[in-house]
């Protein structure tokens, strides 16, 4: 069994969907028994949880904060850890890539996900393996 927590601080509407692809995903990888949340918020709260714990000025889309640091879940149930993503500069990106908000609160959100279970992308090799897996399970949900 799997929970998610969405904290929707900014109110934004329609946010339901996020819950299947959650779901879909986790199921997908054969990972079971985890929590984690999901926080919508605004720039101000990412601006300042960037600079605190990542010592960058500036806002961003989408923040994860992991508690296993990818190590191999075996407890009964694991915590995962807190995404939090920008409503604002998710509103932006959609309007500047042209995907729509759907599909980028969606990556955003499978983004912070897989960060959480240990995917990186922080060589070309395994930003290759994460990028892959996004948009195959955004294409298979049809998001």
């Not at 923040?63 to 995962?80: E, H, R, V």
């Not at 995907?99 to 996900?113: C, I, P, Q, S």
């Not at 922080?122 to 998001?143: A, G, P, R």
Request: glycine letters at 4%; hydrophobic letters at 35%; one cysteine or more.
């Amino acid at each position: 069994m799997n929970e998610t927590d969405i904290i929707n601080k900014h109110n934004y509407p329609n946010t339901e969907y996020l819950n299947d692809l959650l779901n879909y995903t986790l199921n997908k990888l054969k990972i079971d028994n985890v929590c984690f949340s999901v926080i919508l918020t605004d720039d101000v709260e990412v601006h300042k949880l960037n600079k605190e714990y990542r010592n960058f000025d500036k806002t961003t889309d989408v923040l994860s904060f992991a508690l296993n640091d990818g190590k191999t879940l075996t407890s009964p149930i694991n915590m995962l850890g807190d995404i939090f993503i920008s409503i604002p500069q998710m509103q932006k990106q959609a309007k500047d890539y042209g995907t729509g908000e759907k599909r980028e609160l969606a990556f955003l959100v499978l983004h912070g996900l897989l960060h959480l279970l240990g995917y990186d992308h922080d060589t070309n090799e395994k930003e290759e393996v994460m990028f892959n897996l996004q948009k195959e399970i955004l294409n298979e949900k049809e998001i």
